[in-house]
């Protein structure tokens, strides 16, 4: 039995990590196009960066939750087991998860806009901002996705087979509105997979699924996993 678990910002709310939407959502205080987009760190990369900087060092102060630490679990005890991710912060493998797909990179990785030069860095804060690269002196970015930049494409293309063949999907803590992304579960749903969500708050998905637990992820999770052990 292959299980695909999808997981969005809400699995590392319960770690202290800001959310992107909801109500004390990062895009209620600051505005997508000023900090998550191309056009907006070749504008301002300082101000991009600070706000990277800041995001890093809430991250760096937190720990993963018995969420992160359930899904890690189901690696070990599922030997068909998958997990995809939109979440840049790392808190998966800092749970133990060691397969984790990263749709929309990583916030501890640093790349150059010039060469192809890239680094894991967990400083927080940097010592240099905007930092430049070690061998080119080019600029260094985020070595996340932005708004209207494409997904990693073997990440993208591994998470669409997986949704194609998962037998349950579970997707836990996003809103599903950011795609392609929030194209995966209705592609494992229509595909025949069981779909199941974790959430407090309703989504698109819901009507969608077979079970959705109206709850927060490390509650919620441990529901799920009687469901799969049933089905
Ligand atoms: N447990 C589970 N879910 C939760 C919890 C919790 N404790 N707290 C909040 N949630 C839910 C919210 O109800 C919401 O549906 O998590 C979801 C978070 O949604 P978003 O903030 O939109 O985050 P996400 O869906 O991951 O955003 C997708 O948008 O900004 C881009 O690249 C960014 O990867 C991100 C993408």
Redesign the pocket.
């Known amino acids: 039995m292959r299980i695909v678990v999808l ?5 590392s ?2 770690s202290g990590i800001p ?4 109500k004390d ?3 209620n205080k600051f505005r ?1 196009q000023d900090l ?1 987009t191309p056009s907006a760190f070749e504008r301002d990369p300082v101000t991009v960066w600070k706000w990277y900087d800041w995001r890093r060092q809430i991250i760096a102060k937190a720990e993963p939750n018995e ?1 992160h630490r359930i899904i890690a679990r189901m690696e070990q005890e599922f030997d068909d087991f998958y997990l995809i991710t ?3 912060d790392g808190l998966h493998q800092r749970a133990g998860s060691k397969k984790v797909i990263e ?2 990179g990583n916030i501890w990785t640093l790349r150059c806009t010039s060469c192809s030069h890239q680094k894991t860095d967990y400083r927080a804060p940097l010592p240099e901002i905007p930092p430049s690269c070690e061998r080119c002196g080019a600029l260094m970015r985020p070595g ?2 932005w ?1 209207g930049e494409s997904l990693p494409e073997d990440a993208l293309n591994l998470s669409m087979d997986l949704s194609r063949s998962a037998d349950i999907f579970v997707v ?7 795609y392609p ?1 929030a194209q995966l579960p209705i592609l494992a749903r229509s595909s025949g997979a069981k779909l199941v969500e ?4 309703e ?1 698109d998905l819901t009507s969608y699924a077979d079970l959705s637990v109206r ?4 509650d ?1 999770l441990r529901e799920v996993l009687e469901f799969i052990y049933t089905n």
Not at 172 to 178: I, K, R, Y
Not at 198 to 201: A, D
């Open positions: 997981t969005g910002a809400g699995i709310a319960e959310t992107f939407r909801g959502g990062l895009w997508p998550a969420g939109q979440n840049v749709l929309h996340v996705v708004f836990v803590g996003t809103s599903a509105t950011v992304a974790v959430n407090p708050q989504t709850k927060k992820a490390s919620g």
